[in-house]
């Protein structure tokens, strides 16, 4: 199973939210990289979108290159499924689709980008029934209105979920925990039940 983990605008905006929900899902998002056992021939991180100046990402992602990760930064806003799947072919020459390939989709905004507004978001991974699993851990929601983070992302999980449920989405599950995802990437299982 080939592990393609998406982080769209994952900088996010900053302003709007605590330190702790702008440092959560760059921990969470450590878990996975720090991780030995995670197979690197088989595990393809991408970042898309707004996140090119962010230099957390940035320092992130020069340790996972060092310790042998592949990944690649996707400036295109507009990046589509197909193209992440021949992007994938012609740089690692993969072969990725719905019955090879998991995804792990995070980034910000959790009820926007990430889950209907891009091209590569939860709504497009479930139109094409690939295996996709969403760790809470590595969203954050800033467009809602809320007087705190935990309004906000109280009011976008709820929509992801409604939205998940309303379209049948049954290959979408979301995470709460990063760790059931680092066990599942190094099981390097497929989903059988809802996490």
Same mark, same amino acid.
């Given at each position: 199973?080939?592990?393609?983990?998406?982080?769209?605008?994952?900088?996010?905006?900053?302003?709007?939210?605590?330190?702790?929900?702008?440092?959560?899902?760059?921990?969470?998002?450590?878990?996975?990289?720090?991780?030995?056992?995670?197979?690197?021939?088989? %595990?393809?991180?991408?970042?898309?979108?707004?996140?090119?100046?962010?230099? $957390?990402?940035?320092?992130?992602?020069?340790?996972?290159?060092?310790?042998?990760?592949?990944?690649?930064?996707?400036?295109?806003?507009?990046?589509?499924?197909?193209?992440?799947?021949?992007?994938?072919?012609?740089?690692?020459?993969?072969?990725?689709?719905?019955?090879?390939?998991?995804?792990?989709?995070?980034?910000?905004?959790?009820?926007? %980008?990430?889950? $209907?507004?891009?091209?590569?978001?939860?709504?497009?991974?479930?139109? $094409?029934?690939?295996?996709?699993?969403?760790?809470?851990?590595? %969203?954050?929601?800033?467009?809602?209105?809320?007087?705190?983070?935990?309004? $906000?992302?109280?009011?976008?999980?709820?929509?992801?979920?409604?939205?998940?449920?309303?379209?049948?989405?049954?290959?979408?599950?979301?995470?709460?925990?990063?760790?059931?995802?680092?066990?599942?990437?190094?099981?390097?299982?497929?989903?059988?039940?809802?996490?």
């Amino acid at each position: 199973m080939i592990n393609v983990i998406i982080l769209i605008d994952f900088k996010g905006h900053p302003i709007l939210a605590s330190e702790y929900v702008n440092s959560l899902r760059y921990s969470a998002l450590q878990q996975i990289t720090e991780n030995h056992n995670i197979d690197r021939e088989k %595990c393809i991180i991408l970042s898309i979108g707004n996140s090119g100046g962010d230099k $957390k990402l940035n320092e992130i992602r020069e340790i996972a290159l060092l310790n042998k990760f592949k990944w690649l930064i996707i400036e295109n806003p507009d990046t589509t499924v197909n193209d992440i799947e021949h992007l994938l072919m012609k740089k690692f020459n993969l072969i990725i689709n719905k019955d090879n390939t998991r995804i792990i989709l995070g980034g910000c905004n959790t009820s926007g %980008c990430v889950l $209907k507004t891009k091209n590569i978001s939860i709504k497009d991974f479930g139109l $094409k029934k690939y295996e996709t699993l969403v760790p809470l851990q590595l %969203c954050a929601e800033y467009e809602c209105s809320g007087i705190n983070d935990i309004e $906000k992302n109280m009011k976008a999980f709820s929509r992801l979920f409604n939205y998940v449920q309303k379209n049948k989405f049954e290959t979408i599950v979301t995470v709460e925990d990063i760790t059931q995802i680092v066990k599942y990437i190094k099981k390097n299982n497929v989903m059988k039940e809802k996490i």
